[in-house]
């Protein structure tokens, strides 16, 4: 069969045959705590989708309540239905939970199984999902992140250091438990990564003077990149940081959100808008905030999941970088086969179709919940 009969063949209609959701727990290497939360563990969530022949697969990091959802509300109504017309399968899944609410778990649950239904698409045309989006870019910029509160500085220097010495151009650490000790760590960390931009994030610990403060304290040691100074809920208090943080210090927020209004309110409150399409309804949600940041002209970067980000910031036009996030990174690396490492700071998708990615649910038996 010639490629245009076989693409021709792959692009008629096929149906959903079985929708499958499982959830397991992985422990952290170390303890870890943000400006704002303490945690020891994290749930992966994870689908397939089989139809016409192939199996997508999608994931989400989440609270196991996405699979309880995903398998007593969104399997049943995905089962026979097209799996190509995902905007068709989006909508129904979005009205499905109108009444038990779309933003925070609900959008989760539909970005894994969006995220399956993209995958299952590309295999089925038998292409790389970059191919299939279409590439603004053929490799993108990734950021080091991690740098927990929890960690002593001789830990966290280690790792930002290592982050940098791989060529990476930027490395992301936590702030906000205890604003003394942060102009300390902050400056540690700027003296091991050497001309490496160092990037803070202060989920939302902060008040806005607190947060006004620290953006000075921080310029000081060459911080280039503040992210949720205050709460995301307080547009304003963003808003404020923005206009008045230091020139050469972008604000930026957006991990949160789950809906294109969402994204919309905060366009006009940073200088970089954060996207996660495990959170966003998937790789359908998270193109649609690249045209978003087209018309307000800002950046975007992805939060968290690196495998799942590769092949859309290769594909949205105003992706500047992507989240190499260590909880993340290890969880991928040990769980889904065909995980990409960095090369000098950059990630290019393979030439696997679909995502790229396999889930190894054998080696991931041990840690269902
Ligand atoms: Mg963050």
Redesign the pocket.
């Given at each position: 069969m010639g490629a245009i009969e076989s693409a021709a063949r792959a692009g008629t209609r096929v149906d959903i045959d079985t929708v499958s959701v499982d959830a397991y727990t992985i422990p952290t290497d170390r303890p870890e705590s943000?400006g704002t939360l303490e945690w020891s563990a994290t749930t992966l969530v994870v689908v397939h989708v089989s139809a016409g022949g192939v199996r997508g697969f999608g994931y989400t990091y989440a609270d196991r309540a996405a699979a309880t959802l995903i398998a007593g509300k969104l399997a049943p109504l995905l089962q026979r239905q097209d799996a190509h017309d995902i905007p068709a399968r989006w909508s129904d899944m979005a009205r499905e939970l109108r009444n038990v609410g779309v933003p925070g778990l609900g959008a989760m649950a539909m970005s894994a199984l969006d995220t399956a239904l993209w995958d299952a698409k590309a295999k089925r045309f038998g292409v790389p999902l970059a191919t299939l989006l279409g590439r603004a870019r053929q490799d993108i910029a990734v950021y080091g992140s991690g740098g927990f509160t929890s960690y002593s500085d001789d830990e966290l220097c280690d790792q930002l250091g290592e982050w940098a010495e791989s060529g990476m151009r930027f490395v992301k650490m936590k702030v906000g438990r205890d604003a003394h000790a942060d102009a300390r760590r902050v400056r540690a960390a700027a003296r091991a990564i050497g001309t490496t931009e160092l990037f803070v994030?202060a989920?939302g610990a902060y008040t806005r003077k607190q947060a006004l403060a620290q953006a000075d304290s921080f310029a000081a040691n060459g911080v280039s990149w503040f992210?949720?100074p205050v709460s995301s809920d307080d547009l304003e208090g963003l808003r404020l940081l923005r206009d008045r943080a230091p020139a050469g210090m972008a604000i930026a927020a957006g991990?949160y959100g789950s809906t294109p209004w969402y994204f919309e309110r905060m366009l006009d409150t940073v200088d970089v808008l954060?996207a996660d399409a495990t959170r966003c309804g998937g790789i359908s949600g998270f193109l649609g905030v690249d045209p978003l940041c087209d018309a307000q002209g800002l950046p975007l970067s992805s939060?968290c999941a690196p495998s799942l980000h590769l092949p859309l910031m290769c594909a949205a036009r105003r992706g500047v970088h992507l989240e190499h996030f260590h909880d993340h990174v290890r969880i991928e690396s040990m769980l889904f086969d065909g995980f990409q490492h960095p090369a000098n700071g950059l990630l290019r998708p393979g030439e696997r179709p679909g995502l790229g990615v396999e889930f190894k649910a054998r080696d991931a038996e041990r840690f269902r919940c």
């Open positions: 943000d994030d989920n992210e949720e991990e954060q939060h």
